[in-house]
């Protein structure tokens, strides 16, 4: 009877989304982990602009559970709001990208 229960549980989000600061020309990963797999229509937006998978922005899942988004070479631009949608589910947190300044 408890797996049964389990089964037709909705997923909710285990471990969210964290502000990430990271200095231009690094990359910076956000994880978000889902309590079971199967959610469907995952997607990653940055300010707005759904993410696809390419050389800059690495979107992965492990076990279905564990989402990961790595977006390398940041550069200022890319500060904002990062969000993480899995069905109805919507995590979100904030991406500062910092110049390197020579002035002390």
Same mark, same amino acid.
């Given at each position: 009877l408890l797996s049964l229960c389990r089964a037709e549980e909705a997923a909710v989000i285990v471990s969210g989304l964290k502000n990430t600061d990271v200095f231009v020309g690094e990359s910076a990963t956000f994880t978000c982990e889902l309590s079971h797999p199967g959610v469907k229509n995952v997607q990653w937006w940055l300010d707005g602009s759904?993410?696809?998978?390419?050389?800059?922005?690495? =979107?992965?899942?492990?076990?279905g559970?564990?989402?990961?988004?790595?977006?390398?070479?940041v550069a200022c631009h890319d500060s904002g709001t990062v969000i993480f949608?899995?069905?109805?589910? =919507?995590?979100?947190?904030k991406l500062?990208?910092?110049?390197?300044?020579l002035l002390k």
């Open positions: 759904p993410l696809h998978n390419n050389l800059v922005t690495e =979107i992965s899942a492990q076990d559970r564990i989402h990961t988004l790595t977006l390398n070479d949608r899995a069905g109805s589910l =919507i995590s979100s947190a500062l990208v910092k110049g390197i300044s």
